[in-house]
């Protein structure tokens, strides 16, 4: 009760201090320069959020003549699609849409331009401070605002609350729960198809972003400086990779809990868990937040109104730092639009626009969406959701320019040792060794 | 020479000109030149480009900052685990795939030969064909769905016999078995094509010669067929073993070289040296490795062949 009282209070000063910024609307004929003839392009990540994106970007054209033509791809294919053009001086993209953990990489490369002074000149119709700032973070690198926050993603505890109703049950807030309550699901005739859990275990970036956002709730870090609350430059002030014994348990851990998933869990990613969840035999799964939208849809999911949403767990002794990641908008620096791209930018993620995109799907990235009641009316996980925003670990996984060959090594070392081909201790050495190799390479680690 | 002649020299050049030009050397050199230009501008070129930058340590993203790194990418590439189990894994995959694949083409060749003179073959020889003419990544992205573990058709036709549904892409062995069944699936018919032809071409009268001396179908097969299409298969085999070789587009879309390493092989490192993590020098090592073992084993293959083409 006193957890309802304390996110009402804090989601009633949010709504007043954002009423008390909405109070002036903006004027986008003086805001927005003329961009007519010009056509913005802008690659996306295919995630749910795309249509809504798609459809609000279709607007800009009335509002400042350019033409916005969003391009989705799939993760690993944006990823190097990106930073291949960009890289190459390309200016076939105007604005990109960036997973914020890539963004050390892409600075590194000369592809992004620096947004601090656009931001800061704009500040009244940016509002930065009305970012989640668990997320924003990620859009700043060595002090600087490289881009803009868009989709703002925290990873939650999806279950079904009508089995947990008729088991008298309620959600897991430790790792011990989480397995209990997993095994009580599985193949238990009162819930006859069902099993307790899954996550992503699939070789590379899905077990490696999986394995990094456990490890903080388990206890563990994965660099020496790697500490929750401190500031991005002593975040990465030492980088001496650090997986110990938290690393060599939650390792355990997630192979014990394979037991609880169904078959093929072994290979299971973003979109397989996502999917497994809204078929309706599985009892819980983490996702990230966004992934909410697709299960709450009646002609993809048997899922919609019977299933709910808790922090992120922890283990006994540690606390729940639920991981941030999602999307942030960023002006290639070899575009030739680049005013264009910036009032773009200025325009989608403004407050009275992202609050109709947070309506219509996308993932709610202002404190004051989180108090909008038509958001709050469309996805009942809001309340979560802030809360973990609140909570949430901006540095979960790191954002430097080694990062992507980085969590590709924790995947396939951490999937080999689930899949039983070595052990625990043998991939966490195997980690340890390799990411140490990969930074002093990349000049990171001396 | 041109008072022996009488030729003024304007004339001899005239003629020695003529002569150049109508020469079979220059007529030599023209039907080649724009041959050379295409292979040393597209395949030489980049040849000595990528041995040029498998011995620097530069990334793609900053391709004009380059170190000389000597032997040192080779020796990172061999000292990778996901390298060499990735040379063993195309070694593996080309034994087993091709093995399969000629005994599997030579019974379907065989039963397409026998019932040749059916009605309604033709149609039968070209639908089979269908496999080879699919893109490989459209095939990968099918075997995506048919092999599923929750919603794929393979796990549904297993549990309407009363199997347990199976991890085809997550266990070792079952998704190793299944690259495997996509690639045989895939180009057994190549073979099946190539070995039908082949036996079309014997001599029908030496067939029936051995029938009417008693021979049994086994002497048949064993003595007079397999001998006469030993060079059509070792033809087969190569051209199968180079594509293997490069083998990718599969893999890259079912397993990504997993679970753990058990599907990884040379390519993939490769691409993923290359374009995912922009190591170029490393990826181009990989590259000039792949080229030498392509290059070693076309080699042994196509000695091999005109050895059993002398034989045959």
């Known amino acids: 009760m006193q957890r309802i009282l304390k996110i009402t209070t804090i989601l009633g000063v949010a709504a007043f201090s954002a009423s008390m910024l909405n109070a002036q609307e903006v004027d986008w004929s003086k805001e927005l320069g003329d961009h007519a003839g010009v056509t913005l392009n802008v690659p996306m990540i295919t995630d749910p959020f795309i249509e809504p994106l798609t459809e609000i970007s279709g607007r800009f054209e009335q509002v400042a003549g350019a033409k916005v033509n969003v391009d989705p791809f799939g993760y690993g294919a944006l990823h190097d699609t990106e930073l291949l053009k960009c890289s190459q001086k390309s200016s076939d993209m105007d604005v990109m849409g960036i997973d914020a953990i890539w963004i050390g990489e892409f600075i590194e490369a000369g592809c992004l331009d620096n947004l601090e002074d656009r931001i800061a000149a704009d500040d009244d119709v940016v509002k930065w401070d009305d970012f989640t700032p668990g997320f924003s973070a990620q859009a700043i690198w060595e002090g600087s605002r490289y881009c803009v926050p868009i989709g703002a993603y925290y990873q939650l505890l999806f279950y079904r609350n009508d089995l947990f109703e008729a088991a008298g049950k309620k959600p897991p807030t430790t790792f011990d729960e989480l397995k209990e309550l997993a095994a009580f699901f599985t193949d238990n005739p009162d819930f006859p198809g069902v099993k307790g859990f899954v996550t992503n275990n699939a070789r590379g970036v899905a077990a490696g972003q999986e394995f990094y956002q456990w490890l903080p709730s388990a206890g563990g870090k994965a660099w020496a400086s790697n500490e929750f609350g401190v500031t991005p430059s002593e975040t990465y002030s030492d980088l001496t990779p650090t997986f110990d014994a938290a690393a060599v348990d939650l390792i355990k851990y997630l192979k014990s809990m394979m037991a609880y998933g169904p078959t093929g869990v072994e290979a299971f990613d973003w979109d397989q868990r996502g999917a497994a969840f809204a078929s309706g035999n599985i009892a819980m799964t983490n996702m990230w937040s966004v992934r909410a939208n697709l299960s709450n849809i009646p002609e993809t999911s048997n899922v919609v109104g019977k299933f709910s949403t808790t922090q992120f767990p922890h283990a006994e002794g540690a606390q729940s730092r639920p991981p941030a990641g999602g999307w942030i908008l960023c002006v290639n620096k070899h575009s030739k639009n680049k005013d264009a791209a910036w009032d773009y930018i200025k325009w989608i993620t403004s407050q009275e626009i992202h609050a109709e995109y947070a309506i219509a799907g996308g993932p709610p990235s202002r404190i004051s969406t989180f108090s909008n009641p038509e958001v709050r009316e469309n996805w009942p996980w809001t309340d979560d959701l802030f809360k973990s925003s609140q909570a949430a670990f901006a540095e979960v996984r790191p954002r430097h320019a080694a990062t992507s060959q980085m969590i590709d090594v924790v995947g396939i070392e951490v999937n080999k040792a689930l899949i039983g081909e070595q052990s625990a201790e043998e991939a966490v050495e195997a980690i340890n060794s390799k990411h140490t190799k990969l930074l002093r390479r990349s000049g990171l680690l001396k | ?312």
Not at chain 2, 114 to 122: A, D, F, M
Request: with cysteine; aromatic share 12%.
């Open chain 2, 1 to 312: 020479m041109a008072k022996n002649s009488g030729i003024s020299p304007v004339a001899q050049m005239r003629v020695t000109k003529r002569h150049l030009w109508s020469s079979d050397r220059f007529q030599r050199i023209a039907f080649i030149l724009p041959t050379s230009i295409f292979l040393l501008c597209l395949t030489l070129f980049p040849f000595i480009y990528s041995v040029y930058l498998s011995l620097h340590f530069v990334k793609m993203t900053n391709l004009s900052k380059k170190i000389y790194a000597g032997l040192e990418n080779y020796i990172d590439l061999f000292n990778d685990s996901l390298f060499t189990t990735g040379i063993k894994n195309t070694a593996s995959l080309a034994v087993t795939t091709l093995t399969v694949e000629v005994l599997l083409g030579f019974l379907i060749a065989r039963i397409l030969f026998e019932l040749s003179s059916k009605r309604g073959i033709n149609f039968l020889r070209s639908a089979y064909l269908v496999p080879i003419m699919i893109t490989p990544i459209v095939v990968g992205v099918a075997a995506n769905y048919i092999f599923t573990p929750q919603l794929g058709i393979a796990n549904y036709l297993l549990g309407s016999v009363g199997i347990e549904p199976i991890g085809f892409l997550g266990i070792a062995i079952p998704a190793r078995l299944t690259v495997l069944a996509i690639n045989v699936w895939q180009w057994t018919p190549f073979m099946a094509l190539l070995i039908l032809a082949g036996l079309t071409s014997i001599r029908q009268d030496i067939v029936e010669a051995a029938k009417v001396d008693g021979a049994k179908w086994y002497h048949i097969m064993f003595w007079i067929e397999i001998p006469s299409i030993l060079p059509i298969i070792l033809l087969g085999m190569t051209l199968r073993l180079i594509e293997i070789l490069r083998f990718f587009d599969i893999i890259y879309i079912t397993t990504r070289g997993g679970p753990g390493d058990n599907t990884m092989v040379m390519t993939l490192y490769t691409y993923q040296q290359g374009f995912r993590y922009f190591h170029v020098g490393l990826s181009s090592a990989s590259a000039v490795v792949i080229l030498f073992v392509s290059i070693t084993v076309t080699t042994v293959a196509v000695n091999l062949l005109r050895r059993a083409e002398n034989n045959a």
